[in-house]
């Protein structure tokens, strides 16, 4: 737990990891460069900013500075916006129908080497949803996401271990055409995958089914076993999780503290 500890302090420095953000994104946008590799790192690093640290000070200040969480909304609104356009680029240039095929008006056979691209194309997509508000011009989009998933899921439902799924989880999550009874079943058959390909390891699917299911249907003691179980998971140092569940316990301790305010009981 010692290397980890360097991580862990890096994280609680919102200042810090911000500025390390922004010197790598203008890093690779100064490249200007036609390289697919910096291309796909600019795009990754980019949603990565956006999700865990932008929204992330969002979310915890939207009570305490109003206007200063809307600021930070558009900023990474932008930022997905920006990923989302070189994703769309990316694919559209391997497969230039890619844009029918999202609206259903052509077929394209996608090959396993697409399912990254096609991951983070999803990603941005969701970002962009979630970080306007409620803006319908953006919730069009919402069955784009979907549809980009179950496609990366057919090709190699292994990818990443298991991200696919837990993206699933998040999108499943905010369908309004399900009943309580379908959106759980489906929840649930995402989260037993996600921990299956993890292996168990990965903290986000707890996180994201305390939050999707136990906050949503007011089910408090799960919701707190769910949290305490994510902060109790064993951080491996150099692993593929070690950074991903080190914001996860992090965000964990925080909904801890704010579940009086999400249950009625």
């Given amino acids: 737990m010692v290397s980890c500890a ?8 919102p200042k810090l990891v911000s500025a390390y953000f922004e010197r790598e994104i203008t890093k690779l946008e100064k490249k200007n460069s036609s390289d697919i590799v910096d291309r796909r790192r600019l795009i990754r690093t980019k949603i990565e900013y ?7 000070q969002a979310h915890r200040m939207i009570d305490e500075d109003y206007t200063e969480a809307i600021n930070n909304y558009k900023k990474a609104n932008r930022i997905f916006n920006e990923a989302k356009e070189s994703g769309l680029s990316i694919i559209s240039e391997e497969y230039p129908e890619f844009n029918n095929w999202l609206i259903k008006e052509s077929s394209i056979s996608f090959e396993k080497e697409d399912v990254s691209d096609m991951y983070w194309l999803a990603a941005s997509i969701g970002g962009s949803i979630s970080s306007s508000r409620g ?12 549809r980009l998933l179950k496609e990366c899921i057919e090709l190699d439902p292994g990818w990443n271990n298991g991200s696919l799924f837990s993206a699933m989880m998040s999108f499943t999550a905010t369908r309004s055409d399900l009943n309580e009874k379908m959106l759980r079943d489906s929840v649930d058959y ?8 993890s292996s168990g390891m990965d903290a986000g699917p707890y996180l994201t089914y ?3 299911i136990h906050k949503t249907f007011q089910e408090r003691k799960d919701f ?8 109790e998971m064993e951080i491996v140092p150099k692993s593929e999780f070690e ?3 080190l914001l996860a316990k992090n965000r964990a301790e925080w909904l801890l503290k704010k579940t009086d305010e999400y249950f009625l009981e």
Avoid: C, W
């Fill in 6 to 13: 360097p991580k862990a302090f890096f994280l609680n420095q």
């Fill in 50 to 56: 956006g999700f865990g640290v932008i929204m992330e």
């Fill in 135 to 146: 803006d319908p011009f953006e919730l069009i989009n919402l069955p784009n996401v979907g």
């Fill in 190 to 197: 995402y989260f037993n995958k996600a921990i299956f390909y």
């Fill in 210 to 212: 305390a939050e999707s």
């Fill in 224 to 231: 707190i076993n769910k949290l305490n179980y994510v902060l």
């Fill in 243 to 245: 950074l991903s569940n």
